[in-house]
C-alpha cells in the first residue's frame, strides 16, 4: 500500500538557519497529491501546503516544497527558523484510488530555539 | 467563520466505562473523520464518514465505532473502553469538491485518559 516516511523524530535547529525536513513517499500511483500539515502546539493541526505539480515550488508563509515524482520527494523548506516555526510537522499523500483518505507520515516535531 | 468543534476537550474514564466523543463542523463538509494522535505513531484514522449514515473503517478501526445521523455531526463511540485507548483524539472534515486534493479541517482535539 501507500506510505509515506518522513525525517524522524525530533529536529532541533538554532533560530536563523535553514530548516528542512524531508519527506519521501511510496505508491503505484502516477499522480500523487502531497501535503504539509502543521500542528502548533494548543492548537488544530492545519494545511501549510500542498501540490500535485511536479517540480514546481509550492510557497506559504515563509515555508515551500516542491513536488520531485523522479525521487518520490516533497521535502519542506524555510530559509531561516523562527521561534514560532516551532510545531509537529506532517507530510501526507493521497491518490486517485485514495477516496478522501490520507496517509500521513509519522510526523516531525521541529523545535527552535534562540 | 468556518469552524469544527469537539466536545469535551478533555476526559478521564475508567477502564470497561463507555466514551462518547463528539464532533461539529459548520462548512456542510460531507466527509468527516476520526483521528488519534500518539507520539511516534502520528496520526492514524480511525473512521471515515462520507456523509450521513455512510461511515468506513480506517486504520485502526478497532475498539471503535461511529454514527452520523446529521451532515454536521460525527460521533466516535468507545465501548467499554482499555488504557491502550488514552490518547488525544481529532476529528476532521473536508469537502467532496477535489475529493483527494481537498483540505482536511480539524478540530481542537480531545484529550481522553483511561485509567
Known amino acids: 500500500g501507500d506510505s509515506v516516511t518522513q525525517t524522524e523524530g525530533l529536529v532541533t535547529l538554532t533560530e536563523g538557519l535553514p530548516v528542512m525536513l524531508n519527506c519521501t513517499y511510496q505508491?503505484?500511483?502516477?499522480?500523487?497529491?502531497l501535503f504539509w500539515y502543521v500542528h502548533y502546539l494548543n492548537e488544530s493541526p492545519r494545511l501549510l501546503l500542498k501540490?500535485?505539480?511536479?517540480?514546481k515550488r509550492t510557497e506559504h508563509q515563509g515555508f515551500h516544497a516542491t513536488l520531485h515524482k523522479s525521487s518520490s520527494s516533497f521535502h519542506l523548506q524555510k530559509s531561516s527558523a523562527q521561534l514560532s516555526d516551532s510545531a509537529l510537522y506532517y507530510c501526507?499523500?493521497?491518490?486517485?484510488?485514495?477516496?478522501?483518505?490520507?496517509?500521513f507520515g509519522k510526523g516531525t516535531k521541529l523545535s527552535v530555539k534562540s | 467563520d468556518m469552524k469544527v468543534t469537539q466536545m469535551p476537550r478533555y476526559l478521564i474514564k475508567r477502564m470497561g466505562e463507555n466514551v462518547l466523543l463528539e464532533c461539529g463542523q459548520d462548512?456542510?463538509?460531507?466527509?468527516m473523520y476520526w483521528y488519534r494522535q500518539d507520539p511516534g505513531l502520528g496520526l492514524q484514522l480511525i473512521y471515515i464518514?462520507?456523509?450521513?449514515?455512510?461511515?468506513s473503517e480506517g486504520d485502526i478501526p478497532k475498539g471503535y465505532r461511529v454514527s452520523r445521523k446529521k451532515r454536521e455531526h460525527f460521533s466516535l463511540i468507545l465501548d467499554s473502553a482499555k488504557t491502550n485507548q488514552t490518547s488525544v483524539y481529532f476529528c476532521?472534515?473536508?469537502?467532496?469538491?477535489?475529493?483527494?486534493?481537498?483540505?482536511?479541517?480539524f478540530g481542537p482535539g480531545t484529550r481522553l485518559t483511561v485509567l
Open positions: 476532521a472534515s473536508s469537502s467532496r469538491l477535489g475529493v483527494n486534493y481537498a483540505e482536511q479541517f
Open positions: 505508491t503505484i500511483y502516477s499522480n500523487p497529491f
Open positions: 501540490s500535485s505539480t511536479d517540480n
Open positions: 501526507a499523500l493521497s491518490v486517485e484510488g485514495s477516496n478522501a483518505k490520507l496517509t
Open positions: 462548512m456542510s463538509h460531507e466527509t
Open positions: 464518514s462520507y456523509d450521513v449514515d455512510s461511515n
